[in-house]
């Protein structure tokens, strides 16, 4: 048992570090390339309603083993895109601090969620109530680890919205924190989890896959879009959205 817990929650994570320790990617936030990598048009070129969450790898040794995560989102006919975050300094809720498809800390975003029509719309003012009333919007209330974190708060509004039918990446440290036990529900409210502050727990749910939390490290299946999800790499196997058109229905 030993040996199995060895392998799957820690194996990965030291390849992961060696594959930091010999790449190139930025030491420090002011050596990334924290710009727009095209992929979204721009607003007044699409007049539907459009909602997405995006996560990409963070910098440094904390990239190792995690993503940030954040959700766009466009009302209808509205001339600009909306991006909320949450970091880990002054308040931490931030509104359009930058591009809404940009890389983070060098990282190109992978799509979590993509609705467009009349599905964002009528989704767009839950998902606004929710990030209003995050509970953890006041200064010195972020924490890496266990969280609450940038993940807690995308992981606030998909539990909000479960019609988003996604979940965070396995490597998303702090989406399953909870100030306490919690036994219920899933996320996308396709199946059920145990967890305790995040740091340990068990899912299954046919959105969230079979998961095994240990210490906010996640080791499991994903059923629906066939992955291996494992510590550091988060999945290994098909993309959770096949493409926005899809995922729009």
Not at 77 to 92: F, I, K, L
Request: proline share 7%; hydrophobic share 45%.
């Amino acid at each position: 048992m030993i040996l199995t817990i060895l392998a799957l929650f820690l194996l990965p994570i030291a390849v992961r570090a060696a594959l930091y320790a010999a790449g190139e990617t930025p030491r420090s936030w002011r050596d990334a390339d924290w710009s727009s990598i095209g992929s979204l048009p721009a607003a007044a070129a699409h007049p539907e309603a459009r909602v997405l969450v995006l996560s990409g790898r963070t910098g440094g040794w904390k990239g190792v083993v995690s993503v940030h995560s954040w959700i766009v989102l466009k009302q209808k006919d509205a001339r600009s895109w909306t991006r909320y975050d949450v970091v880990g300094w002054g308040n931490p809720v931030r509104l359009n601090g930058w591009a809404p498809d940009g890389r983070w800390y060098g990282n190109p975003p992978a799509v979590i969620a993509d609705v467009s029509g009349e599905a964002a719309e009528a989704l767009i003012p839950r998902i606004l109530e929710t990030v209003r009333g995050y509970q953890y919007a006041n200064a010195g209330d972020y924490r890496v680890w266990p969280g609450p974190n940038s993940n807690t708060f995308v992981a606030s509004v998909l539990r909000a919205v479960p019609e988003l039918g996604a979940a965070l990446p396995a490597n998303a440290i702090g989406r399953d924190f909870r100030p306490g036990a919690y036994v219920g529900a899933s996320d996308s409210r396709t199946g059920v989890e145990a967890s305790a502050l995040g740091i340990v727990g068990l899912k299954a749910g046919w959105v969230e896959g079979i998961e095994v939390n240990l210490l906010g490290l996640v080791v499991g299946l994903d059923l629906r879009r066939p992955a291996v999800k494992l510590p550091g790499f988060g999945r290994i196997g098909l993309d959770p959205v096949p493409s926005a058109t899809a995922a729009s229905h």
